[in-house]
């Protein structure tokens, strides 16, 4: 499957020219470009080195996800299913040809899981420190990770089987341990590039009702696809959540009853993906409060996505002689769904593959590399400056400096950039036109970058004169008395 997607290449999205260094906005989190640039040092291509990246996690996080559930259920039809459930998913196959975080970020989360079930099963403290340390290092793929941190420190303190002191004794271990390693980065990283998170510390969010509608519609895209009404899609979602999280709460009551007089390990993993889904959720909410134009879609939902279809694996397969009539149709209940989910997952995966197949995915896709819009830059003059919307796919296509049109605001915070102000911002473009071989390209494509000045802002404040009107852009210089109007 993943060959298949990644015909024309390793999918390409914006964030991933920022990983791979080309764009000329910095990446965040550090581990996935890490990965990049030691690919680049070994003289791979930075695209044939991603795709490799892309072939080794789809095969660890498979095999990771099997693992777990074959450990956790002890059945091959539910651990298959629990399997088929997340590498069939549209989300997973994705976001797995993508050159992205997402991937070595799951991988990550699900060893620091694994090696946590190490820990209760041997109780040895050299586990939970490994566990620890590979949470740092998803930490800095993702910033997401520390939501599982949380769970696994509430899965400790829960656990009735040390005493208080141990209890305790144990999170703060883990907890110094993991924040180190991301905190030892942070710091580093500030002195010295001057960034660390990329992320002020303050309340941005600007999330309205239509927004916090889109984020849900996307989580119920787990079960079924946009075709369904939205109505449905929604109910059946919030009666998945509430069949699920019953018997989530069920199984860690008697799994905790256990633990007072049995040591339990695999059992203990529904509690702590339960645990991870409340914490990830808050922290979300608390993301878009501090964040500006930031909402719960695919990408952010895809690693609760996961846990989530093993915890209720797990559990179903648990409870399959339960003689409680409520859970044996709950059971057979979430089972039907079950299938009918992933008949969803299987057509529409193949879709998207066959489209990934003929065309591609993202920046690497056909109609960016045929773009006649792309063909007139590539014929300037090797000298030329270009400023475009799209200086990123721009730098990737013809492997050459190309620069962002000004923003009027900047995106995480949907203010002026008070550092570098809009109209500073003009004033330096202004000058740089007014050079020979200086040019402005707009991509039609590219649509979603709202911040930025427009086209018919740009051509207003900076007297632009059109070269080139191709059928997906336009190419632009500055008249050159502009500079002195």
Not at 12 to 22: E, G, K, Q, V, W
């Amino acid at each position: 499957m993943f060959l298949i997607n990644t015909r024309h290449g390793i999918g390409i999205y914006p964030d991933s020219l920022r990983y791979m260094r080309i764009s000329e906005r910095p990446y965040d989190a550090p581990l996935y470009p890490w990965m990049l640039m030691l690919a680049s040092l070994n003289g791979i291509d930075i695209t044939a080195g991603a795709k490799a990246i892309g072939l080794f996690f789809v095969c660890a996080n498979t095999a990771l996800i099997w693992h777990l559930l074959m450990r956790a259920t002890g059945q091959f039809v539910y651990a298959a299913a629990g399997t088929a459930l997340v590498t069939l998913s549209p989300q997973f196959v994705t976001l797995h040809s993508l050159a992205m975080s997402e991937p070595p970020f799951l991988f990550f989360l699900l060893a620091t899981v694994l090696v946590f079930l190490l820990y209760l099963e041997t109780e040895d403290r050299t586990w939970l420190k490994v566990s620890a340390v590979v949470l740092g290092v998803a930490t800095l793929a993702r910033f997401t990770a520390p939501p599982l941190g949380a769970a696994i420190a509430a899965c400790l303190l829960l656990n009735p089987r040390h005493a208080p002191a141990r209890r305790f004794g144990d999170v703060v271990l883990f907890a110094v341990v993991s924040a180190s390693i991301f905190l030892c980065w942070a710091v580093m990283s500030h002195i010295i590039s001057g960034r660390s998170v990329g992320r002020a510390l303050w309340f941005y969010g600007n999330m309205g009702s239509k927004e916090w509608m889109t984020s849900l519609t996307a989580l119920t895209a787990w079960l079924l696809p946009d075709q369904v009404p939205v109505a449905v899609r929604i109910a059946l979602f919030g009666t998945f959540v509430v069949a699920v999280a019953s018997l989530t709460f069920l199984h860690a009551r008697r799994t905790l009853q256990q633990a007072q007089k049995a040591k339990v390990v695999d059992d203990m993993l529904p509690t702590l993906f339960g645990l991870f889904f409340i914490f990830y959720m808050g922290f979300i909410v608390l993301s878009t409060s501090a964040e500006a134009n930031l909402a719960l879609n695919g990408r952010y939902a895809f690693p609760v996505y996961v846990t989530t279809v093993l915890m209720t694996t797990i559990i179903l397969a648990h409870l399959r002689d339960e003689e409680n009539t409520r859970i044996k149709l709950l059971h057979r209940g979430l089972v039907c769904l079950a299938v009918l989910v992933i008949s969803s997952h299987v057509i529409r995966t193949a879709v998207r593959s066959t489209e990934a197949f003929r065309s591609g995915v993202g920046y690497a896709s056909r109609e960016w590399v045929n773009s006649p819009t792309i063909k007139v830059l590539r014929g300037l003059p090797a000298d030329a400056e270009i400023y475009s919307n799209g200086g990123d796919v721009i730098a990737y296509l013809l492997r050459r400096d190309a620069h962002f049109v000004p923003d009027r605001v900047k995106l995480r915070t949907g203010l002026d950039d008070p550092a570098n102000p809009f109209e500073a911002q003009l004033e330096t473009l202004r000058t740089k036109l007014a050079q020979e071989n200086s040019y402005v390209a707009y991509l039609d494509r590219i649509d979603w970058r709202f911040y930025a000045v427009t086209e018919a802002e740009l051509k207003q404040h900076l007297s632009l004169v059109n070269i080139a009107t191709e059928a997906d852009g336009r190419v632009y210089v500055m008249r050159k008395t502009a500079q002195h109007d």
